[in-house]
């Protein structure tokens, strides 16, 4: 079965430093997403992507963040300088056009820890 | 601002039994309803949806019903096995936006032998 990879599965990073978290979307797959659940909360949306673009962002999504589809099949959130309110697990997902009633596949998370 | 929320932060049921999870939102304008699985150290995956125009949705051991006038969703499992021992997440899409998903807080669902 088709899966979304993410990578690193663990990262931990000084505060201030940049991250990027990286991600394999299922390849025929055109939508592109990021959430994040620090530890106890709810899974929150933070980003989408569609067509090269951001098609929608989430108040957590400042201009500390940003996403890229460098090279048409890798994903990725990048933090610039990060705090330490951003710990949590990061998840990747994707979905083709019928995933609103088929569901989207999330990749493993990758948990970052700011110190 | 909770638009999906799922107040019961936990349930413990009898193997063989079933499982109802529940789940209520605010927002009238989503049109679709998703119910997730999520064991540790795994991302959210996928069991069911239910469209706005629907009321009840099947597959196999799992049903999900919507009653929109009481902005309920419910997750039903029959019969629950150990293996459903895991955190369900309730989320929502919004009609017209590109799908994100907006998620309730999840149930710790633990089905004891």
């Known amino acids: 079965e088709p899966e979304v990879t993410q990578t690193p599965s663990h990262q931990v990073t000084q505060m201030g430093q940049e991250v990027i978290l990286r991600c394999v979307p299922i390849?025929?797959?055109?939508?592109f997403y990021w959430y994040r659940q620090i530890l106890g909360q709810k899974v929150e949306f933070l980003v989408s992507?569609?067509?090269?673009?951001?098609?929608?962002k989430s108040e957590i999504f400042d201009d500390q963040f940003s996403v890229e589809r460098p090279d048409g099949s890798n994903f990725t959130l990048k933090i610039r300088s990060t705090k330490l309110e951003d710990s949590a697990m990061y998840f990747c997902?994707?979905?083709?056009?019928?995933?609103?009633?088929?569901?989207?596949?999330f990749g493993s998370g990758t948990r970052l820890t700011v110190v | 601002d909770q638009q999906v929320k799922q107040n019961s932060p936990s349930l413990s049921v009898q193997e063989g039994r079933i499982s109802i999870l529940n789940c209520d939102y605010t927002?009238?304008?989503?049109?679709?309803f998703l119910w997730y699985k999520k064991y540790p150290a795994e991302g959210p995956t996928f069991l069911i949806s239910?469209?706005?125009?629907?009321d009840k949705n099947e597959d196999g051991r799992f049903t999900v019903f919507l009653n929109k006038s009481a902005k309920h969703l419910s997750l039903h499992i029959v019969p629950s096995q150990p293996g459903d021992s895991a955190v369900y997440f309730c989320?929502?899409?919004?009609?017209?936006?590109?799908?994100?998903?907006?998620f309730g807080k999840g149930t710790k669902l633990s089905v004891k032998p």
């Open positions: 989320a929502a899409s919004v009609r017209g936006s590109q799908g994100n998903l907006i």
């Open positions: 239910i469209s706005s125009i629907k």
């Open positions: 390849s025929n797959h055109l939508y």
């Open positions: 992507f569609y067509n090269n673009e951001i098609s929608e």
């Open positions: 997902a994707s979905r083709g056009p019928s995933g609103r009633r088929y569901g989207y596949t």
């Open positions: 927002n009238s304008m989503f049109d679709y």
